[in-house]
């Protein structure tokens, strides 16, 4: 038994040395084409010839997310949530309505929950990988509705894969840069979204969205690398 205590404490004792808790906060820019969603949106465009400004194509995300992570000597085990959104607006003059002026905003929000590993190369360079959990939702705001109102959400799964440029401080703030690429291993069903921005068209088939985007994370980590 005393074995045993003993060889625990040492385990213990040297595990703590090189260990390390971090909270980390993240901002991120994302380049993405959702093609299905851009389809479904120019049926819009189209059943309304009438707009002035119809929607445009989603080509950006940004946004923002928060982590705990735990590093043993080089490798590092995290969780992190973690949002990414966009805004389009369409407006024009309805003809229908005695030409009264028309506005609709389609917001659109990616909420990932994953759990990832890290390695590290040395204390400026690793690499990462995640497996997440994946929430869409679209909500809108239209001429005539006082409330914003959801459209449609759904679930999926992917992951999330990035290379690290580490900027260590010094023990209180520490900075990483991350090129990355998000991908689904589960598509989503666009089908409800179609069905309530386009109302009055035929049903549409195959209607599911990858959401591939890749771009840059800026991660802010507090203790010590």
Known sequence: ?????????????????????????????????????????????????????????????????????????????????ENQIDRLRASGADPDNNNAAFEQELYFKLTSYGIGIESFFSDKFSIHASFDFNKIRYRTEITGVTDRFELMSDWGMGSTFSIGY???????????????????????????????????????????????????KIIFYNGQW
């Open 1 to 81: 038994m005393r074995y045993f205590l003993s060889l625990f404490s040492i385990l213990f004792f040297s595990t703590s040395a090189v260990s390390q808790l971090n909270l980390s906060v993240l901002y991120s820019v994302g380049r993405t084409e959702p093609l299905i969603q851009q389809q479904i949106l120019e049926r819009y465009n189209a059943n309304k010839p009438w707009l002035q400004n119809p929607f445009d194509e989603m080509n950006w995300l940004n946004g923002y997310g928060f982590g705990i992570r735990y590093r043993i000597d080089a490798l590092a085990f995290d969780l992190k949530w």
């Open 166 to 216: 580490n900027f260590v401080g010094n023990g209180v703030m520490h900075v990483s840069l991350r090129p990355y690429m998000h991908l689904s291993w589960t598509n989503h069903d666009l089908s409800p979204l179609d069905a309530a921005l386009n109302p009055d068209l035929p049903s549409a088939e195959n209607l599911e969205e990858e959401f591939l985007n890749f771009g840059l």
